[in-house]
């Protein structure tokens, strides 16, 4: 684990103690209705201002590959950066006390009194509209972000289209589909770094 000192950020603001991160990190989960990554990205990089956009990028990438929930993941790393083991456990804690014992309640409730409720079933697909509408606007931040990228955008935005149609439309799983395009991308997002750095010297 890592701890305040070693890690250096160009973001203006970090966690004043683990207790802030629990208390934030609950009030990020709480706000966070089928829209995680939309959610957090607002949260850490426009409103508490802890990363950059490029420095979540990087977080969500790490994220993305690994396996668990990406989002927990992200939670954990944010934690770790900052606070070392127990920032990561302040952050995770945060992430699933509050709003576990919530959807639970909510989840025996709804099942007991409201499953075979109408209403209640048109207004859950209401609300899955407005999540991937978060979702959609997360992903274009990030991709403006992306544009500075040192594997250049034809490439990237190659890569995206692929993931896009063998993951979205194509419904093949992403155990097959992140070596086949992932490592590539990888590889030559490597070879660029040792090109720029060669240039340089």
């Known amino acids: 684990m890592t701890s305040t000192a070693k890690y250096k950020t160009s973001a203006p603001n970090k966690p004043k103690s683990c207790w802030d991160l629990f208390c934030s990190f609950t009030l990020m989960a709480m706000q966070a209705f089928g829209g995680s990554t939309a959610i957090a990205q607002q949260f850490l990089v426009d409103q508490k201002k802890w990363l950059t956009q490029s420095e979540f990028l990087d977080l969500l990438t790490v994220s993305q590959v690994l396996p668990g929930p990406n989002i927990m993941i992200l939670t954990i790393m944010v934690g770790d950066r900052h606070f070392g083991w127990r920032g990561a456990l302040a952050s995770f804690l945060g992430m699933i006390t509050l709003p576990a014992t919530l959807m639970l309640s909510v989840f025996v409730f709804y099942q007991q009194q409201y499953a075979e409720n109408k209403w209640v079933s048109n207004a859950l697909v209401g609300m899955a509209a407005s999540a991937s509408g978060m979702v959609a606007g997360a992903a274009m931040k990030l991709l403006y972000n992306c544009k500075e990228n ?16 063998t ?35």
Do not use: D, N, Q
């Open 167 to 201: 993951v979205g439309v194509l419904k093949i799983s992403m155990v097959y589909i992140l070596p086949i395009v992932g490592i590539p991308l990888s590889f030559w997002a490597w070879y660029r770094f040792i090109k720029e750095r060669s240039a340089r010297s």
């Open 150 to 165: 040192t594997i250049t955008p034809p490439v990237w935005i190659f890569g995206l289209v692929i993931t896009f149609i």
